[in-house]
């Protein structure tokens, strides 16, 4: 009985070591979207053009640590080319919105996908 009473104790030790030690801790929680846009060219003297559409990733981040973080990086790929988003500062519990730069778009399925996030 004492043997397993040490195991447990044990166990439970070597779980909240694990827990509050060695596990990492997140930062930074994300949430991101595609925004698409139409950008119509019209001219009196051409013929119409068929609109050219733009996507870009927006959504906002916020700062879950009770640090502040600086220098925020942020690398998608969006229709497999590389677009980031870039955050100065945020404080502990701060959220700020983020936008990418916008990519044309050449056919109509966007996807994208959070490559790489750096931040000080």
Do not use: C, W
């Not at 930062?27 to 846009?37: P, R």
């Amino acid at each position: 009985m004492k043997k397993l009473l040490i195991f447990i104790l044990l166990a439970v030790g070597a779980y909240f070591a694990y827990e509050y030690l060695l596990k990492d801790k997140t930062v930074l929680e994300i949430k991101a979207d595609k925004s698409i846009s139409t950008e119509h060219s019209m001219d009196i003297d051409a013929p119409a053009l068929s609109p050219s559409k733009f996507a870009s990733v927006q959504g906002t981040v916020k700062n879950v640590s009770d640090k502040t973080v600086t220098n925020i990086v942020l690398k998608y790929k969006l229709n497999a080319q590389p677009v980031e988003a870039q955050i100065g500062q945020l404080e502990p519990g701060e959220t700020k919105k983020f936008s990418t730069q916008s990519v044309r778009m050449t056919h109509v399925e966007v996807t994208f996908f959070l490559e790489n996030m750096s931040y000080e």
